[in-house]
């Protein structure tokens, strides 16, 4: 049974693990020389940096349906329900335009204007957020959106290639976001959404699991539907026949998504079960990455793809580019550690200032992630703090039980226990 603290820990893992998994690919796509870029090491690198991308957006669904849930137990209105998607994905898509603003000032004057107005990652991040997140307020319990989310994956699935080619009067900045004619580029509405409408369905089934079969059965379930789902896409490629409007291998078809799903749900399960082990509450580097994920995406640009290491361009062997992934990987993980660090001291002196603190709190965040002296200096006044008001509480509550009409000794001395 996983423990309290790590309980959603195997989302962060799946999120650092796409960090992992971009980073190489990132940096065998931009420093590999051409003469290089045809054998199968290079091939299998670009194989695994497809799946940072599908994974994201997954888990956007999976983090947007257990954020509505929580809202929704606690009263939450529709109003405040859309106020709180709303600004969720207009802050994610001002973010994006930010790095698109930043990527053309790095390189003016060779940079173009329309350059600023390509609809990246995080810009379908933001649609997907702000379409699919309202899409899910009007189902007001989990098996509705169960339903109405796991129908509209399949339906989306289903239309993307005939959507995908199409041509209208759209302004060109509108028609990107839909399906990427307008300003062409890779990552439109059309077909990545599926990846979330996905990660939503599976978001909601987890909190339904959890109250009827427990975490552990669920995930079977995962990746057993993880293997029938990637072995009927690899069917369903076989067969030319079932090929329709604008039919894309890698990109449209619904095999691609089939078979990408099949594998992201399967790395779930493996996600899950790590995170299952006695020893799963230690610093995880992949939590950290997970947890720093935007900030490590848009550093990591700038450096394989900006002006920095512009030297470093198409120019290098395949082992010589693999060679870098022992300073940058690391890299990335520092950049990471040092903004939780910093945000994890400014919380403790909050902690110790305020003298007080949320039961469970500071035992999770040492045991998520083994905090630096500058945290450990203040660390004995406050777990100090933390248990004379953890055993007050818990006197309190005793005496509160002896009260009780009908309280047993057996029972009260239980409560002191926990």
Known sequence: ?????????????????????????????????????????????????????????????????????????????????????????TWILLLAYAFRVEQFLVWYPASKGSDIFRVDTLNCIAVCTLIIGFFSIPFKTRRANIIAMGLSTAAFVYITPWIYPLRSYMPSFLLSYLNGNGQPWYFSFFPWAAFTLAGMTFGYALLEARNRIGEAEFFKGVAGTGICVYALGVTMSLFPALEYGFFDYSLTSPHYFLVRLGWILLMLYGAYKWSARETA???????????????????????????????????????????????????????????????????????????????????????????????????????KMAFRREEKRLDTHAAAFHNTTGATEEAATELRVV
Do not use: C
Not at 7 to 27: E, F, I, K, P, S
Not at 53 to 73: C, N, Q
Not at 74 to 81: E, F, H, K, N
Not at 336 to 364: C, P, S, T, V
């Open 1 to 89: 049974m996983i423990k309290q603290f790590n309980r959603l820990a195997y989302l962060d893992w799946m999120r650092g693990l796409a960090v992992v998994l971009m980073l190489q690919g990132h940096l065998f796509d931009g420093w590999v020389r051409p003469q290089d870029r045809t054998g199968e090491w290079f091939w299998l690198s670009q194989f695994l940096g497809g799946f940072p991308a599908p994974i994201f957006l997954f888990l956007v669904g999976a983090s947007l349906a257990l954020v509505l849930d929580r809202m929704r137990a606690r009263g939450a209105s529709a109003l405040q329900l859309a106020q709180k998607v709303l600004r969720r994905g």
């Open 281 to 383: 509450g230690r610093w995880s580097p992949l939590i950290v990455l997970g947890q720093a994920s935007l900030l490590v995406y848009w550093v990591h640009i700038e450096m394989v793809y900006g002006r920095p290491l512009h030297s470093f361009a198409q120019s290098l062997e395949l082992a010589a580019a693999a060679r870098q992934l022992l300073w940058f990987v690391p890299l990335m993980l520092g950049l990471a550690m040092a903004r939780d660090w910093r945000r994890l001291a400014d919380r403790l002196k909050n902690i110790a200032h305020d003298g007080g603190i949320r039961n469970g709190e500071m035992q999770d965040h040492i045991l998520m992630h083994n905090p630096p002296r500058v945290v450990a200096d203040n660390l004995e006044e406050v777990l």
